[in-house]
């Protein structure tokens, strides 16, 4: 008897914690809808996000990183899902019996989204809006819900008091209110045969549409009203985001100065490809949605300490001389053998004659540049202005930026890492000094210059592959940037060092395919790969995290032959 009292406790409960959570992702559905059509930034689960990545240390965040990949993004939204659904359901049991007080716990959750959503480096006061209609939906929904649950729950435990009078009309209106302060169903004394009651209690009702199953059926249907609304609404709001953010029939300019045709690559199954895809290009940045810039109303200024302190539209930039360059991109946080590098073909301005508009001043150290999405990059000026193919960028393997990678303007120094000289969604350039300012990743402990480190990789086999004894086709790439790749050598169980057969050279900021054949003995073998550079500096196996200033050590991979 006991227990059929608990469970029977139990039920409304859970429901009460499903309805506060569906009440909440009605919410920030409608909410996110409203975003895609005002700033998708301003989603109040994606400003939350946005604002932990900002506010979560540099350690936390390298660890994040190195355990997830590419995947940190899903991850970070999901968690902030699960923490904001657990207090949605705490939000849904307190409304039931407190109605008031569930409402408050939701608002503050609201409300925090909103704060989050107007902290925003690019934030404007409509970005309020998405949280206000958040608040509005999911307040209307949870008192909807509540209702439906609460009526069902005192119709249920009139009919299972064994007095069918319980349930007529005057019993419901009792019951009307979106709180009653005390649930019908502590009242409940233990019965014995509920479902048997609710028989008798419908058999004998006068209004049976009122009685306790055709309630339940309420609750019911209230869930799928909201949970359809929300997936609706989410869907719909996503697809308005993807359609607004498609980049409308761009003709970039040809290059004055091309590149020569790439050579032809290594044919080895599984390498990287000697041009990395647009999109299997690796992206690292800051945002949870990528920013949305229109071309025609995006500007570049250069001030600090210039001459004249210069701004230009996207039409000037393209009447600008362009050249093509194939460059390789590395990310600070690629882990030895790790995936964030890409080498690309990227087309633009040599970033000297952008700065020469305006006139480069005596006293700066430091080229600043900052973009749409508040991030900022301290380049030091003479790494940017030594000759080296700097480009303020355009085009990316023949196409416009995509918005991922900073449409559409984006800076490419070769030979640093990302952090420290390719912004995307570039907007401003200024020219000061390092004691005036730092920028975003330097603030955070990363190191001041950020010369990419020498490094090569194994592609083939993968981690994992069945590999049969015979000939083995091993497989990567090596980059040394600035320098040029001259020798990939690898180690098999600790052997001597033996040069392997190199790809295609397509110029020194460009990395180098490489492959060995192995005659491969049934067993487990460790295999390491080591790069050599023009100037003869070796890779080093001294092994150092990504934090400060990059990665070092030697990538090694086990393969099992069978
Ligand atoms: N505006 C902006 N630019 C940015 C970043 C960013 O967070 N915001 N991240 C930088 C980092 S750390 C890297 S490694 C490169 C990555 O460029 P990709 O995503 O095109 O590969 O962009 C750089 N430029
Ligand atoms: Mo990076």
Known sequence: MANTTRARRGVPTLLAAVGGVLATLVGMAVGHLVASLLDPAASPVLAVGSTVIDATPTPVKEWAVAEFGTADKPILIGSVMVVTLILAGIAGIRARTHFRQGLAILLVLVALAGAAALIRPTAGPLDVVPALVTALVGALALAWF???????????????????TATTPGTTDKTEGAAPSHPMVDATPGETAPAGGAHAATDTDPAPARGGRPTRRGVLVASGVLAV?????????????????????????????????????LDVDGISPFRTPNDEFYRVDINLTVPVVDQDEWTLTIDGDVDNEVTITWDELLDMPMVERDITMTCVSNDVGGKYVGAARWLGVPLQDILDLAGVGGSADQLLSTAVDGFTISTPLEVATDGRDALVVVGMNGEPLPREHGFPVRLIIPGIYGYVGSTKWLTKLTLTTYDDVDSYWTERGWATEGPIKI?????????????????????????AQQRGVDVVEIQIDGGPWTPVEMGPDAGVDYWRQWYYEWEAETGSHAVTVRVTDSEGEVQTDARAMPFPNGSSGLHTRRIIVS
């Open 455 to 479: 490094s090569s990789r194994i592609d083939v086999p993968r981690a994992g592959d069945e590999v049969s004894s015979g000939s083995t086709v091993i497989a990567g790439v090596a980059w």
């Open 229 to 265: 609304t929300a997936v609706a609404a989410g869907a719909v709001g996503q697809w308005i985001g993807n359609v607004r953010t498609r980049i409308s029939d761009i003709v970039l300019p040809k290059p004055q100065d091309p590149a020569a045709a790439l050579p032809d690559a």
């Open 146 to 164: 509540m209702r439906t649950l609460n009526e069902a729950v005192a119709l249920q435990s009139g009919a299972h008091s064994g007095a069918p």
